[in-house]
């Protein structure tokens, strides 16, 4: 099982800056990816961003531009930059690992925007 710690969730006005963390219990070379999910109330789960072992990135089209997913492979750390926040990215963010085809999750942070 692997454990995922996150941080960095808060309230922040329209156009600001929140920066998320997620440390994992084990080298992410050992992951085939993480990324960050996130939930608004009454919507499905979606995925924001991803990063491969490989080191590769892909993101919803929404935060495009806006959103950088990084990594720190030292710390087993993955972080989420959201710049230019909007009020629709209001959501439970949620880190998540992918290993030998399993998802495995943290346990979530808020993101509230206000306009």
């Known amino acids: 099982q692997v454990q995922l710690v996150e941080s960095g969730g808060g309230l922040v006005q329209a156009g600001g800056s929140l920066r998320l963390s997620c440390a994992a219990s084990e080298s992410i070379f050992r992951l085939d990816a993480m990324g960050w999910h996130r939930q608004a109330p009454g919507k499905q789960r979606e995925l924001v961003a991803i990063v491969t072992s490989g080191g590769n990135t892909n993101y919803i089209d929404s935060v495009k531009g806006r959103f950088t997913i990084s990594r720190d492979n030292a710390k087993n750390t993955v972080y989420l930059q959201m710049d230019s926040l909007k009020p629709e990215d209001t959501a439970v963010y949620y880190c998540?690992?992918?290993?030998?085809?399993?998802?495995?999750w943290g346990q979530g942070t808020q993101v509230t925007v206000s306009s």
């Open positions: 998540y690992a992918k290993k030998f085809g399993f998802n495995h």
